[in-house]
């Protein structure tokens, strides 16, 4: 009887046990990482009678976890990987709807300023066209300013996630560090600490969701935790922390430093994966390069538009001023070099445009390493120019950039981050704000004289090349009166004839280099050397004249003669301004240039809604992969409790069993 009641008593217990897992199983089902557990049973060791053995019962061997370490780690790639493009997709969707909205965007104040330039070329002396043009010409410039300062409110924005997300990780990391702790002592002492193992796995997969990380198991079930190119975030039971600090090289961009025990790491340009990992790869594949092609816009704007300005006639009969600031102004040369606050001399500089054509859109950096300077493009990682330090000469050229290096103490490991064109688009704006200053006329005019009896017409004077601004003076001076040319129809081929003052050269450009071709159009050149610079007038000269037919070029004093100025402003909307020097283009207009960057943008928007949606499919399926083994079916849990009941009412009834024999058998005896 009593071996009966032992059997009975063990499958009381290990069905009370299957119940009680059954029972842990269903209230965790929404329990975030838990993994459904089940019990495992054997036979107790049978005693040996004279027939044969007997069986003692049942026992319960384990409770075993439902876990496979390698569906866990799809689960955390595919987690980080669908984090990552979250993250970039969002960030990258509020750039492209930025740039590609017609209430914020450049195109739209493009066209308006061209449309004024358009309206004023056709009457340039109409003082409501003038000013319409200087209206138009803010309304531009605070559109460059608001995207600006959008994206860079984007920037701190993302400089505060970071932050925040650092935080996180660091907590997290703690929290892996405890709970191999807790684990190793577990299995220690033999235990199988179920709860805990799913409770770090949650952690682990937490941890993924902010940074990419790579996991290995070591043989006392603890978890090391990697990150970037393999530095240790979590080794046993001690962890390494990051933060988020402004960067050396450019304090408005957080850097990420690893920090263990005494070594402190930047491990920004390593890092991916996760939010953190998206965050920074949209900051380097497309912050940086918004900043920075906006800013390239801005400055050739301003620099083309001001120069062409610079080589005409106000309604004063002035050289044109500005009509946007100056692009070299002392403080916006200052603040494209930054000195990093570790450089130990005292090496600076400030950074010049000379050439808006040749801007790229890249950041450079000057560095002192080995007793020899480098001149970098980043982009590409380019060395541009070294030496020697004791040979760094005090201007260097490059791109269409000119730095003047400052200092005289340049010690190994200083260096400066150049960016010539980060700050373009805030630092656009109008500074000239009376219309009758706008330089719309040209500097010279040409007319035929009356009686000429050929029907020869000379075109308005176009300078070509020259000083901007021009001098007027030295210009008025050398023109005198006018320069008279006659037609000689005796030489061979024919020419022009005149006394030309000192300073002053004729040629035939097309289509003959040696004279004129009668009835066709034909492109000459003055050339006028002065105190101011060297000027050249090209003009045409059309038709039949007759011997003796003469033409007058003159300076226009009035400034209210011509639009020949106001035309190659208008111009500039098509002319190729923007990456002249890049190789296999001839470089593009101001419109074609922002098109151009809402077109790449516009692009890896596209493609990264393609890849965010996509990654979400494969961590779907990632995630039923994990629950098909350890997730919990309520249908499953509830079969299995009943099953659990019927088998634990059954034991009982074997108790009952043998307690009526035992009675039986007692009763025998009375």
Known sequence: MADLLNIGLSGLTVNKTSLTVTGHNITNVNTPGYSRQDTVQATRIPQFSGSGYIGSGAQTVEIRRLASEFLFNQLRNSTSLNSDLTAYRGQIEQIDSLLANTQTGVTPGLQKFFAALQTASEDPANIPARQLLLSEAEGLAKRFNTIYDQIAKQNETLNTQLGDQVDQVNRLAAAIGRYNDAIAIAKSNGSEPNDLLDAREETVRQLSQLIGVQVVEQDDATLNIFVGSGQPLV????????????????????DILFTSGASVQNVTPLLSGGEMGGLLKFRSDVLDNTFNSLGRLALAISNEVNTQLGQGLDLRGQAGADLFKDINDAQAASLRVIVPPGNTGD?????????????TTSDYELAIEAGQYQLRRLSDSQVLQTGAVGTLPTTLNFDGASLVVSGTTFNNGDRLTIQPTRRGATEITRVLDQSDQLALAGAAKAVATLNNRGTGKIGQPDLASGPSPIDPAALSAQFGAGITLSYNAAAVPPTLTGALPAGVTLSYISPLATGLTPGQSNQLRLQMTNGSGTYNFDFTLSGVPQQGDSFTLSFNASGVSNNSNALKLVALQSKATIGVTVPGTTGVSFTDG??????????????????NEASAIVLKQAKDNRDSLSGVSLDEEAAKLIQFQQYYQASAQIIQTARSLFDTLISTFR
């Open 594 to 611: 922002y098109g151009d960057l809402v077109e790449r943008v516009g692009t890896l928007t596209s493609q990264a809604r393609i890849d």
């Open 347 to 359: 090496i600076g500089g400030v950074l010049n445009i000379t050439d808006t054509t040749q801007l």
């Open 235 to 254: 080794v046993g039971n001690s962890s390494a922390t990051l933060s988020a600090v402004p960067g050396l090289a450019d304090p408005s961009r957080f």
